[in-house]
C-alpha cells in the first residue's frame, strides 16, 4: 500500500463521524464539532509553521471544509424533517405523508403473542408535502421510520411490496429514539413507466424465489435466499439471535461480501474463457448493477457497489485504482449526499469491517507469519487474519446494539466462510433459472439450502459452548472497553518484539483472567449464588426468586411465566433451575400466564398463587391446586418470605380498576395484581407490582408497605405510576421487565424520570437481557443472556 492511498482517508473518517454525529445528535453537536476539528487543525498548521506537515494538514482541512458546505446544509434538512415529525408524535395530531417501504410488511415478531397482530415494516419518508393536522408543511429530508397497521388498513398495507410508495395517514409516536407511524388508512401508490416494470419484475424474481425454496425447511429456505438476496422471511426469531450471537447475523442480510462473489462469479469465468478486459468489466458491471437492483437498496450493498465503481471504471481504463481511496471517497460521498444511510447500523458495519481488512489485515498476516516461526504460511495468515480484524472492527458497534461478546465469532466465521461463497453463488444462479426452469432452480436452492443448513448448524454448536454469551458494560463504557482492548492487542503485537511490552502483556492477561477463571463458561454458571432473576422474555413478566445457599438446594418462586413457553424454558435452561417450589400468576393477562406451558415434568410448581378474580382460575397450571391470595397472605420456606400486598379482595380490584382513569384494558385484571413483598434473611427486601395501575398504587400507598432495596416496578414502566408509592419504596435497584422495540413504548421517560427523581437505578431486560442479581451484592445486577 502506497502513502499516496491514505491521502483521502482522514478528511472522509472525518467527515462521516459528523455525519453521524449530526445524525444521532443533531446538526448543533455536528456545526460544533466541525468547528472545533478545524480549529484544532489551524493551530496545528501554525505550529508546525510552513512544513510538510503544515501542508498535509491544511489540504486535510480543505477537504473537510469542502464536504461540510454539502454536508451541514444536509444535516439541517434532516433536523428540521425530524422535529417537524416529533413535534406532530408529541401533540398526536393526524398526519398524511408519502412513504417508501423498505421491505416487505410483516407480522412483528417481538413483544407478547397478543400484540402481534397487524403488519409492519420500515419505511421512509418522501422529501416533500405532507399534512399534518391541518396544516400542510414540507418535509426537507428522508427519514426512516416503523410502520405498523391493524385492521383494515393491514389489508391494504399487505398489498404493498418493497420499495413501493405509500400514501399514509395515521398517528406519529416515538419509540427508543425510533418514529413509529401507527397506520388509520394506506394507499398503495401504482409506478407506471420503465421503472414500475422494472420493479415488477424484480418482486416476481423474488417470489419465483420463496416458490423454489417452499418445500425446505423454513430456517434454510430464508438463509438460502437470505445470503442471496437479503430476503429472509421466515427465518425464526431464535435462529436469527443465535447467528446474532454466534457473530455472523451479516448472513442474513445481503452484504458488500455480496458483491465481491457477484463480480467474482462473472469476472472468473470470463478471464477463463479469455474475454478481454474491457468487455469483462463492462458485463461485471452489469451484473453488479443488476444485482444492486434485485436486493434493493441495503446501506451495505450500496456501501460496496459505491466503492466498486470506481475500481471496476479504473480497471476498463487499464489503471489500477487504490481500493483504500475508493473506500474513502465511498463514505464521503454518503456522508454528504445521505448522512442518515451513511449513519445507519448496515453501512457503518459494512465500512469499518472493509477498512480494517484493507488496513489491518495485511500487516496481521505478516505478524502472525512471523510469530509462528514461519510455520504458518502468508496465505494462511491471511485468512485467519480477515475475520480476525473484520470482527474486532465492529465489536464496539456491535456492544451498543448488544452488551454481550462470543469468544466464538471469529472461529465461526471462519468455518462458514468457505460454505458461504458456493451457497451464495448457487443461490444467485438458481435466482436467475427460475423464470425459465424452475425445477432446476429448486434443486439448485436445495443444494445452497444445505450449506445454510451446515452454517446454522455451526452458529447452533457454538451458541451451546462454554463463553458463547460472555457479558460486557453496556453502552458507552462498554465501547470504551472494547476499544481500548482492542488498542492494547494491536499494540502488544506490534511491540511484540520487546521485552517490556512481552512482560506487560503477560501481566495484564494474568490480572484479567485469574479473577475470572471457570467464570467465562455458560451464563447459568456465572453467577451460581443469584437470589434474583428477571428473565428477558419479550414484552411481559418472568421473576425468578431463589433462597441464599447450594442452589441444588435453594427454594425458588417464579413470579409470572412470560407471554410464551419457549423463551421462559431457554431462561430456566440458561439458569439451571430444575424445580418450582411457588408459582405466582400475579394476574390473568396473557404476557404474565401466557409462557405456563414451559412449567411440566420436574418444573411442575408445587404451590402456585393467583388474584382473587373468578377468571383467574382459568389461566393456571394443571396440576396443582391454586390459591387465591389477598392481603396478609404469607408463604415462609428457608431462606425465603413472601408476604402479599395487595389486593385484599376481588371487590377491592374491581373497585379500583372503576375509579382508573384512562386505563385502556378494560377488566379489573391489572388492579387484581399480587403485589409482592420478599425478604432474605440478611435483611434483602424486594417489592414486586405487577401490572398495578394508579388507584390500585394509591391504595397500596396508603397500607404503607415501607422502604425496599428491590423493585419490580409496575406494568413494564408504563407511563401510569403513582409517584408517591415509588417515593415510599425509595428502592436502589428497579428491574424494568420490558420488551426490546416494543410497541407501547416502555419504559416511559415518566417513569424513568420517576425512579432517576427517588435515585433508583434502572435495569432492563430490552436493554440488559436476562439479569441476576447476585447473593453477595444485589445491587450489582449481571446480565447473563440476551435481550428480547
Known sequence: MRRSDLLLLPGATAVWALAVLGVTAGAAAAIAAGAVLIALVLTAILLTGGTSTAQGLFAHVAVVVLAGALLFPALLRHSGTDTALEDAAASGRIVELTLVAGGDPAAPTSGPAWSRGGLQTMARTVRGTVRIGREESRLPASVPLLLRADGAAAEDLGQARDSDH???RGTLSASGGLLVLRAHEVTVLGRGGPVGHAQELRHRLRAEAREATSHLPPDEAALARGMTTGDTAGLSARSEEIMQRAGISHLVAVSGANIALVLAAVLGPLLLAGVRRRPRIALAGLAMAGYVWIVGDEPSVQRAATMAAPLLAARFAGVRASPVAALALTIALWSVLDPVTAASIGFLLSALATAAILLAAPPLGRALVAMSGERIGETTA??????????????????????????WAVPVN???GPLVGPSTVIGLVALVLGTVLPGVAAVLFTVAAGGAHLVLLVARTADALPGSRISVPEGTAGVLLAIAAILGLALAIAGRRRRLVRWASAAVLVALLAPTVGRVALPGRSSPEWIVAACAVGQGDAVLLRSIGPPARAVTVLIDTGPEPEPLRECLDRLGVQRIDLLVLSHPHADHTGGRAALSGARLPAEQWICPLPEAAGQVVPGPAARAARTGDAWERDGLTLEVL????????QSAAAREDGSGEGDAANDCSLALSVRWPDGTRLVSLGDLEPVAQAELEALDPGPTDLLKVAHHGSRRQDPGL????????????????????HPTDDLLDLLAGTGTRAVRTDRHGTVVLPAEDPGAPRSVGPAR
Open 646 to 653: 395487595w389486593p385484599p379482595s376481588a371487590e377491592a380490584a
Open 166 to 168: 405509500l400514501l399514509v
Open 382 to 407: 491471511l485468512v485467519l487474519a480477515v475475520p480476525l480484524v473484520a470482527q474486532f472492527a465492529c465489536t464496539p458497534l456491535l456492544i451498543l446494539l448488544s452488551p454481550e461478546v462470543s469468544v
Open 726 to 745: 415509588y417515593a415510599q419504596l425509595d428502592a436502589d435497584l428497579a428491574l424494568i421487565t420490558v420488551g426490546a422495540d416494543n410497541t407501547f413504548g
Open 414 to 416: 471462519m468455518i462458514v
